[in-house]
């Protein structure tokens, strides 16, 4: 368990240097969970008690509209951080559902957790800072790639940003995270 | 002049509190500045030397695709931060434009100044941090609607939410927000 506790400071030393008081104070605020393929870490209408960060395994985040199609809006896997944001940060149901694609391992942080090592610890406000920013650009270009580019356009974009991710994830789950059908998919070269 | 700053000294005291120390340590890193409608903030190729934080006026980001069809990313009204966030964080050059719709007024902030300010004062780390998961929030609601609505979901919910800014905004360009055309826009019923 230490070791797991490890990487999770690695990560943020990876941006922020952080002293061992520091970190001792760190540490007991992320809660160590395991859970296995199918299971929800989040469903909608449910509280959204945490955000969470990826030790191993797979993690998707999706919408499901009134079809009952489901909608991905992100694909988690080591390294990464997923949630409800909007549902965490507002502390309201959940808007989204948040399932495992593989077993999984992960540390869950409170959002009252992070807003006090955020006050307590500038190098973890930080981190936080940083890490967001990142996740904001990330998502500016998902959605300038929605408006201007085609579906086997993104395709290939996802395939060379991400190639080890779509070789792990079933093709009808590429499909709902590129918008299209899975017939569609089928058809792009790649 | 003054008054500008402290409009932007009120924006930073609604998420945080800071000392008159403090203030007065921040507030030179920001340089004031105007420009007319039309004239660009951000072209494309060059360099991205500041975010933009808008006191008055009305300006708009986006990309140009191949055909030289306008993709709109944001709209950035009073009180909003709008930049080329790809290009500034990576100090690369600017991948979309960034221009005035109306005459506009804005403080510039350079990178290496935003990370100064951070460092130096954790209260504006957090500011950072928490206007920066404001952001990403929005842009995945945004992508969200753009996988699971209609365009004229997706227009009734701009109306609904940014009335103002629908009233203020050419129909044409909130077309190119909605990824739809003129004429589509036009049969919505609104």
Redesign the interface.
Known sequence: MQDKYQLLRQHFEEIVTLTDEEWNFIAPHFEHKKLKKHQFLIQTGQPVDCEFWIINGLIKSY?V?EKGSE???QFAMEDYWVSD??AF?HQIPAT?FVDCIEDSEFFCLSLESRETI??KI?AM??F??IK??????G??????S???QTAEERYDALLFKLPKLVQRVPKKLIAAYL?VSRETLSRFKG
Do not use: K, M, V
């Open positions: 919408a509209d909608h991905i809006l944001y909007y940060q989204i955020c006050q500038p406000a930080n936080f800072r967001s920013n990142y996740g904001f650009i998502l500016q270009q998902r959605i300038l929605l408006l201007t918008g």
